[in-house]
């Protein structure tokens, strides 16, 4: 293990990610000597807390990253477009959230507890993958190591702070005038009105009626696995709920897999947390998951039309592990820091 600390910066310090991973940092105890915020010219200038100290968020400019060991994105596909091979230039482990590395063959696609031998072949850049398709591998790949994986159908239920800080701001308002009875909130970051309605539409549709997001989890899922023609398929649906994101996962297997065989594996897997009692009441949702960095599973049965297939409800916390975390734990891979976390209640 490194003894070493290190000088982290973090770009879109002020986004919902951006501030789970000033969070996040602190409470894996990850040895950070020097911390450096960036964010936009909109939000340049604000304070955030981090280790009992205040920390000015900086914009971006053309000295930023001189002498930081580690340097996290999470400011959109352009901006790392931008910048991200500039701070692996300047010396920096670069980690990023967009969607702009991802299927690179140059870069790395990273889940610690699935393909951690993968970070150590990075020339600098490393990519997070997307939310959605961290905490579907994180429960499929222990299965996928037992029984070959043969097919994956997927539809999610994602909450609005995917989108961001004014999305969630949106649902609250929209809820808030519709059960007051007020004038409806107009929709400005969605199509039409989140509130107590259901949005089959997550980033940009391509010429066959695929989402962007749905296409990242299929090619993501992929490279993550090792698996390059996987048959996956994805239908990703944005829900009226704050934080997490939840999943119904089919998957088929090359030979059969039990139910219980199924729960004892994931029961052992790292990273998943079972909960699979569904006539007691247990099972995973969104509010379970929140402000944890575990993928919950649950629902785990028979798919009644395929002998070999399974079906399993998966819930993680979007901001965390499905972002902020699983970028701390990749630089936690690379530095070798791992002893330096704490295991979260």
């Not at 105890?29 to 009992?52: D, I, Q, W, Y």
């Not at 930023?64 to 910048?83: E, K, N, P, R, W």
Request: a positive charge; proline letters at 6%; hydrophobic letters at 40%.
């Amino acid at each position: 293990m490194s003894s070493k600390s290190y000088r982290v910066g973090i770009v879109g310090a002020t986004g919902a990610v951006g501030m789970r991973m000033v969070e996040v940092l602190g409470e894996r105890h990850f040895p950070v000597c020097e911390l450096r915020l960036f964010s936009t010219v909109r939000s340049a200038g604000k304070k955030v807390s981090f280790g009992g100290d205040e920390h000015t968020v900086q914009e971006l400019g053309s000295k930023s990253f001189d002498g930081l060991d580690l340097v996290l994105f999470s400011a959109g596909t352009q901006v790392s477009l931008d910048h991200c091979w500039r701070a692996a230039e300047a010396g920096a482990l670069v980690i990023d959230n967009s969607n702009a590395w991802r299927m690179d063959r140059h870069v790395p696609l990273v889940v610690p507890e699935v393909n951690p031998k993968a970070a150590q072949k990075h020339r600098g850049l490393i990519a997070n993958p997307n939310c959605s398709t961290i905490q579907m591998v994180v429960a499929l790949a222990p299965l996928h190591r037992h029984a070959q994986i043969e097919r994956i159908v997927v539809s999610t239920y994602q909450s609005v702070s995917g989108t961001g800080l004014d999305a969630m701001a949106e649902l609250e308002a929209q809820a808030r005038a519709e059960l007051n009875g007020d004038a409806e909130v107009p929709p400005k970051v969605y199509p039409v009105t989140i509130a107590f309605n259901c949005l089959p539409h997550i980033d940009v549709f391509d010429d066959r009626g695929n989402t962007l997001e749905e296409m990242k989890m299929v090619r993501e899922t992929r490279k993550i696995l090792e698996e390059p023609g996987l048959p996956v398929t994805a239908t990703c649906v944005r829900v009226p709920v704050r934080i997490s994101h939840a999943e119904a996962v089919n998957a088929v297997f090359s030979k059969n897999l039990t139910p219980r065989i199924a729960r004892q594996i994931l029961e052992k897997a790292p990273g998943v947390v079972v909960m699979d009692d569904p006539g007691n009441r247990v099972y995973p949702h969104p509010r379970s998951a929140t402000g944890r960095d575990e993928v919950f599973v649950g629902r785990i049965r028979r798919d009644t039309s395929h002998p070999r297939g399974l079906n399993l409800w998966v819930v993680a916390d979007n901001l965390r592990k499905g972002a902020a975390t699983n970028a701390i734990q990749i630089a936690e891979l690379v530095f070798d820091t791992g002893s330096c976390q704490r295991r979260r209640k």
